[in-house]
């Protein structure tokens, strides 16, 4: 059996981490982005066996947290 692990982060960062990246196609429109963000967010969070909070932690920080989790 797995388990699911949802790295969870704000809009805000989300936005911030690809507002140079051109070839995210759903993320062309930031308005249209972040109504998707909200409409999926709900179904991440209920899946999700593990949430783990990703702003302001480094890749090391996430990764030591999932591994602490399993």
């Given at each position: ?17 690809l507002a140079s990246d051109t070839l995210r196609p759903l993320f ?43």
């Amino acid at each position: 059996k797995g388990r699911v692990f949802f790295l969870n982060a704000t809009f805000d960062t989300i936005f911030k981490r690809l507002a140079s990246d051109t070839l995210r196609p759903l993320f062309k429109n930031s308005v249209e982005a972040k109504i998707l963000y909200h409409f999926r967010l709900p179904l991440y969070l209920h899946y999700a066996d593990q949430v783990v909070e990703v702003d302001n932690k480094s890749v090391e920080e996430i990764a030591q947290e999932i591994v602490s989790a399993i």
